[in-house]
């Protein structure tokens, strides 16, 4: 593991673009392994990825705003949270480590589907080129405690009006939200 010790703590700071992504076909299935910066530049390498949906007891959504640091769409509005699983890690363990490091909470997930998408962040040129899992919970009588590296802000909202949301102002949101929301939708 790369990163420096940040003097508050012993946890050691890692370097996310050097972490490793999981190359996969258009069915899935791994096809090796790359730095999320490799797969990240253009024209991007398709991997798989991760994106949660939390629902709370009214059936809202938890959203989160990506922080400013964000080497791809920054400071857009997306799902609860998303990532990358390593090389044959477990997808719904890989989605709760992220949660807990990005918003210091837990949830029981299940899988909703997947989807693949390819966007360009206009802003930093970077490619997301994703197999993207669709995660979903429920997040019990817990609030959520951002991290400020990875999080600006949080909302919940009713699933309903993020879509209208999303289609009337598709460039505050992620590219990915609506593959996300579409997943959702189908399940019912």
Known sequence: MTGTLDASDTTPVVDRETLLVELVDEQGRAQGSLSVAAAHTAPGRLHR?????LFDAAGRVLLQQRASVKTRFPLLWTNTCCGHPAPGQAVVEAAAKRLQEE????????????FTYQATDPNTGRVEFEFDHVLIGRLEDTAPHPNPDEVADTAWIRPDTLAENVAAEPARYTPWLSGVLRIIAATG
């Not at 990825?49 to 949906?53: G, T, W």
């Open 49 to 53: 990825a991760f994106s949660v949906l």
């Open 103 to 114: 918003l210091g909470i837990t949830a029981e997930l299940s899988e909703a589907g997947t």
